[in-house]
C-alpha cells in the first residue's frame, strides 16, 4: 500500500504570495494533520481534520487554513507568506484502527525569499 | 500544556554498540502514548516505536526497546547493534489530546551519528 504522499517536494515562494500544499493520506485513513517543521526544531502542530472536519487547530495565525476532501485528501493553505513560514510541512494520516498512531509523508520544503 | 525534553542535542554511537537516547514530557494526564520517530536526511518522519502508558510492560520492536518510567515522566530509547542506516534525527513525541484533537507534540530532537 502506497504511504501518505505529499506535493509538491519543494516550493519556492516571495513575500506576500500564497501557497497551496497537497496531501493525500494513507488508503482508509480518515484523520489527517499538518504539522511545521523549522529548521533544527522538532515538528509544531498546525491543524489536524478528521471526516472532513476540523478537529483541532494549533497556535499559527488565521492566514494558514486547511480543509479536508470527500476522499480524504487535505490541502494546507498559507497566505500573505513571510520569510518565517519557511519551513519543512508535514502531513500525517491516522486510521480507525491504532488512531493514536500518525504515520507521516515526505513533506513539502517551502522556501520564502 | 504538555511539554516534550529531549535535553541531548547530539550522540554518536559505535557500530554494533548499544546508545540510549533519552526523554522526558511533562502532563496531568493519566492516560496517553509516546512515541520515537526518526527523520533521517531524506526528511521523513518514520516510526520507530510506541508506548501505551497504561501498559506497563516496555515496547520492543527488534534492535529498538524503550524504558518507560511513567513516574518519572521518562521515555527512553535504547538502539543495540546500532547499524550505519540508524544515523537520523531522533524525536521523542506524546500524543494530546485536546478537546477531540489528537495532536502529537514533539522534542527539539537528537541528532545521533554511527561511526563504523
Known amino acids: 500500500d502506497a504511504g501518505v504522499t505529499q506535493s509538491p517536494t519543494h516550493l519556492i515562494k516571495t513575500r506576500g504570495q500564497h501557497v497551496t500544499l497537497r496531501c493525500s493520506p494513507i488508503?482508509?485513513?480518515?484523520?489527517v494533520s499538518w504539522y511545521q517543521q523549522v529548521l533544527g526544531q522538532g515538528p509544531q502542530f498546525i491543524f489536524q481534520y478528521y471526516e472532513k472536519e476540523e478537529r483541532g487547530r494549533g497556535n499559527f495565525p488565521d492566514r494558514f487554513s486547511a480543509r479536508q476532501f470527500p476522499n480524504y485528501s487535505s490541502e494546507l493553505n498559507v497566505n500573505a507568506l513571510l520569510l518565517g513560514d519557511s519551513a519543512l510541512y508535514l502531513c500525517?494520516?491516522?486510521?480507525?484502527?491504532?488512531?493514536?498512531?500518525?504515520?507521516f509523508g515526505p513533506g513539502t520544503r517551502l522556501l520564502v525569499l | 500544556a504538555q511539554t516534550v525534553t529531549q535535553s541531548q542535542p547530539e550522540m554518536s554511537v559505535q557500530e554494533a554498540e548499544t546508545v540510549t537516547l533519552s526523554c522526558t514530557y511533562d502532563t496531568s494526564e493519566s492516560d496517553y502514548y509516546l512515541f520515537w520517530y526518526k527523520q533521517p536526511p531524506s526528511r521523513q518522519m518514520i516510526l520507530v516505536i510506541r508506548q501505551e502508558a497504561y501498559k506497563q510492560q516496555n515496547a520492543t520492536e527488534n534492535r529498538f526497546s524503550v524504558n518507560f518510567q511513567k513516574a518519572a515522566k521518562s521515555f527512553s530509547l535504547k538502539i543495540s547493534d546500532s547499524q550505519l542506516g540508524d544515523a537520523a534525527m531522533y524525536f521523542c513525541a506524546y500524543r494530546a489530546t485536546q478537546g477531540g484533537s489528537e495532536k502529537l507534540v514533539f522534542g527539539k530532537g537528537m541528532k545521533l551519528t554511527v561511526n563504523p
Open positions: 500525517a494520516s491516522s486510521g480507525w484502527t491504532e488512531q493514536e498512531t500518525q504515520y
Open positions: 488508503s482508509g485513513h480518515k484523520s
